[in-house]
């Protein structure tokens, strides 16, 4: 730990008190318009689906509301200590991936908010999922808070360790799903962490195409799966035809480097249609491509739209004239071992930013509906522990180091933190579900009718 990191970081205390980071503000927002600002660049019809996936319980709403919270924190003081954030650290955009020597990783797996910001925002926003996700599983209070607690103590352990490293042990440090099975394959949660596991290991790009893809008229051709993938016609709104993605695959080559390049030259366009895909990503140009290199080598890519951070709206906008780029970039700093085909370009047709990357590639993620308590202790720990890596590789770890300190007084207040906050979710949550009983936000009208009755709605869609 460098001495002048770590004086910076306890200096940064007099900016904002650790105590005072368990501090929640209420300006009177109404989540609800905050919500419809950023459905601004959103498909229109997709918005019924995206507010369905959200009403189905106060965690799924979390989910989709990273404009809201980002809101929220953007009224409290701050350290003044800086990252890469992931700008949408919940415990779902935690997950396993491959890496490139064929390993399985467990890593943050969704930049689309990354932003430069205060460390603690990412930490505050994992906490206060774990809460939710706690009270989801019908937890006891103290053991949601155990869980939660567990993470903001993963967080600072781990950023003790790693503000005594040199900078290339950070840089090359990862976390092997091998090492983390072990702590999770006990009680309730041992079969589906190891069904999870599995599936995983199973999800490559040959697996993608056997589910994804179907020979017509002895071509191959993605299959149609609505509203999840669609065909989209050249007459739609959205602009997309196959001369203009052939287009932007030509663009998105010049993004990536010289031996990528290489690589992608073997692949010839076959298709593309429309994906849906996640919660708060639902309304967001979402695209499927399948290209391959013979009629046994198919590769299929995600071509997924980038707009602003909602970080943007309250902290220094990035740097990059492209938010795919924006995307790419952030990632490349955040995880230990990204994709190897990320790349980005922008439609010249329509202005909209897109990032690449392939489609599955060892994705996955563990269940947190199948915990047992003790199981989201270690899970929320993991988590806190590789957001700790990841803000070490772009920040000061010593800085940072210096300001949590060795106690546990700002595992308190983050504990706190995120116990108002997912109080204050569970509100916005019923104001979402009363709107949509009352038609006053798109949603299809099964849920409204469910949402109205008091009948639960459904588990979010698959995405």
């Not at 008190?17 to 905050?34: F, I, K």
């Not at 701050?78 to 992931?86: D, K, P, T």
């Not at 467990?106 to 774990?130: C, G, H, I, M, Y």
Request: charged share 25%; with cysteine; glycine share 8%.
């Amino acid at each position: 730990m460098t001495p002048v990191g770590y004086e910076l970081g306890r200096s940064a205390r007099t900016r904002v008190s650790r105590s005072a980071q368990a501090e929640l503000t209420d300006d009177g927002r109404n989540p609800l318009t905050l919500l419809a600002a950023a459905d601004e660049h959103r498909l229109r019809e997709l918005l019924p689906l995206r507010y369905e996936r959200m009403i189905a319980s106060p965690f799924s709403f979390f989910r989709g509301a990273a404009t809201v919270m980002a809101h929220d924190l953007a009224l409290l003081p701050h350290s003044g200590l800086f990252v890469q954030a992931g700008g949408n650290a919940h415990l779902q955009n935690f997950g396993m991936s491959g890496t490139p020597d064929r390993r399985l990783v467990f890593d943050q797996n969704d930049f689309d908010e990354t932003l430069e910001a205060p460390f603690e925002w990412d930490l505050k926003r994992l906490v206060s999922s774990v809460i939710l996700a706690g009270r989801a599983n019908r937890f006891k209070n103290g053991e949601a808070s155990a869980a939660a607690a567990g993470a903001a103590a993963g967080y600072r352990e781990a950023m003790s360790e790693y503000a005594t490293k040199r900078a290339l042990e950070v840089w090359y440090d990862r976390v092997e799903v091998d090492d983390i099975v072990p702590l999770l394959k006990r009680g309730r949660s041992s079969v589906p962490t190891l069904q999870a596991v599995q599936k995983a290991r199973s999800r490559d790009h040959l697996s993608a195409a056997a589910k994804l893809t179907e020979r017509v008229d002895g071509e191959w051709r993605l299959r149609e799966d609505p509203p999840l993938l669609t065909h989209v016609p050249d007459t739609s709104d959205e602009g997309m035809d196959e001369e203009l993605v052939r287009r932007c695959i030509r663009e998105y080559r010049q993004t990536l480097p010289a031996d990528r390049r290489v690589l992608l030259d073997r692949y010839t366009f076959v298709d593309f249609a429309r994906k849906v895909v996640g919660v708060g990503s639902v309304g967001s140009r979402c695209w499927v491509v399948l290209l391959a290199a013979s009629t046994n080598d198919p590769l299929l890519l995600q071509v997924k739209e980038a707009g602003q951070s909602v970080l943007e709206w309250h902290l220094t906008p990035s740097p990059y004239r492209n938010a795919g780029q924006r995307v790419v970039e952030g990632q490349r700093l955040i995880q230990a071992a990204p994709d190897v085909l990320l790349g980005w370009f922008r439609d010249p047709a329509a202005g909209h930013d897109y990032y690449v990357r392939q489609l599955w590639d060892a994705k996955g993620s563990f269940d947190t509906s199948t915990f047992d308590a003790a199981g989201l202790t270690k899970y929320a720990r993991v988590c806190g522990r590789v957001l700790a890596r990841a803000h070490a590789r772009s920040g000061d770890p010593a800085a940072i180091a210096g300001y949590i300190g060795q106690g546990d007084r700002f595992d308190r207040s983050m504990l706190k933190f995120g116990q108002a906050y997912a109080d204050r979710t569970e509100a916005d949550h019923a104001l979402l579900v009363e709107a949509v009983a009352a038609e006053a936000m798109p949603a299809p009208q099964a849920s409204a009718r469910r949402a109205s009755t008091g009948v639960p709605v459904d588990a979010p869609l698959r995405a």
